[in-house]
């Protein structure tokens, strides 16, 4: 089967759309779960319920701090190996001085990469507490 050059960009943007949708949606339905009840009925839980759900929120925010400091501490390193090896790209790989197509591909993916890592990290930890409950 072949496609044209316009037919093959439109699948690839409808795939990429379908699948940002489709993330989307996942991430808002699993923080649409509730941790902590916040209704009438939460008056009549028992105190060791009520303790464990807080107990349960308290670790949740732990692990959001613990997975944030990680973060960031991955990104100074993968920021300063993006830098160096864009620069070895630029100097290797590039026809033309001042043509920075491979590098700017490269740098697109990176940063893609780092989003999709913070958005994972944030909405994983999120489900584990969710999961727990």
């Given at each position: 089967m072949n496609f044209s050059v316009q037919e093959s960009q439109q699948i690839v943007i409808l795939a990429?759309?379908?699948?940002?949708?489709?993330?989307?949606?996942?991430?808002?339905?699993v923080l649409s779960i509730k941790v902590v009840e916040q209704?009438?009925?939460?008056?009549?839980?028992?105190?060791?319920?009520?303790?464990?759900e807080k107990?349960?929120?308290?670790?949740?925010t732990l692990i959001?701090?613990?997975?944030?400091?990680?973060?960031?501490?991955?990104y100074t390193y993968l920021a300063v190996f993006m830098v160096i090896f864009s620069i070895f790209i630029a100097v290797a790989v590039e026809k033309n001085i001042g043509e920075l197509w491979t590098v700017s591909a490269f740098l697109v993916g990176g940063i893609?990469?780092?989003?999709?890592?913070?958005?994972g990290m944030k909405i994983a930890v999120k489900a584990n507490v969710r999961t727990t409950k």
């Open positions: 990429a759309v379908t699948a940002i949708a489709f993330g989307a949606y996942n991430s808002w339905w209704n009438s009925s939460m008056a009549l839980k028992d105190d060791q319920n009520a303790q464990k107990r349960m929120q308290e670790l949740s959001e701090e613990g997975a944030q400091t990680f973060l960031k501490e991955e893609t990469s780092i989003i999709s890592g913070f958005i």
